[in-house]
């Protein structure tokens, strides 16, 4: 059963406590051990799929990861190092070897995470100079945003139209093209 792109970035940034119901109708049990208030493990025993969601930057502790990536560090980062571990030890507790991954922003560290098994799926994911999209990754990014803008040409992004594109008011528009409501309803499934 596929879920929507959407609801799972969406979902990242929710309460604990909706992270918890999200995605049983799909027949998904959120990981309560492996979650926190970065990464979101859920696993269907049903079809025996392995979902991990990763939060974007949502705090005063990311900025410095922010710069990081910027710098071409990420994986020198508290944030990097967590959500590998999570992973890891979720397909290690679940015996898994593909697992499906999906980040925004800064959550778009799941490309560097996911092993070439894993299914990897990204919008507007923070990028510095040269970076490539690896090719088990689906990449999006919304018309307009400037996290993403410099990986905007790499051969497996699709820039997707925006709603709140004005092109009148630059920072308005930077802002408003780095929100995962731009998605709702596309209908882009995982």
Do not use: C, W
Request: charge should be positive; hydrophobic fraction near 30%; aromatic fraction near 8%.
């Amino acid at each position: 059963m596929s879920l929507d792109l959407y609801d799972v970035l969406k979902n990242s940034y929710a309460s604990q406590n909706k992270q918890k119901e999200a995605f049983k109708k799909d027949g998904y049990l959120y990981d309560q051990k492996l979650s926190n208030h970065n990464e979101q493990v859920y696993y269907n025993p049903n079809n025996k799929k392995l979902l991990m969601s990763v939060a974007g930057t949502h705090n005063i502790s990311d900025i410095g990861t922010d710069i990081y990536l910027a710098a071409g560090h990420l994986k020198d980062t508290n944030r990097y190092k967590e959500a590998q571990s999570v992973l890891q030890r979720a397909k290690q507790k679940y015996n898994i070897s593909n697992a499906t991954l999906a980040g925004h922003s800064l959550g778009g560290l799941v490309q560097y995470i996911g092993s070439k098994n894993d299914k990897v799926y990204t919008l507007d994911k923070g990028a510095t100079i040269g970076q490539k999209t690896r090719s088990n990754e689906t990449a999006y990014r919304t018309k307009g945003d400037v996290v993403s803008l410099l990986n905007a040409n790499s051969t497996r992004m699709k820039t997707l139209s925006n709603p709140q594109f004005r092109t009148n008011n630059f920072l308005r528009d930077a802002i408003n093209s780095h929100n995962v409501d731009n998605i709702k309803g596309k209908n882009i499934f995982i």
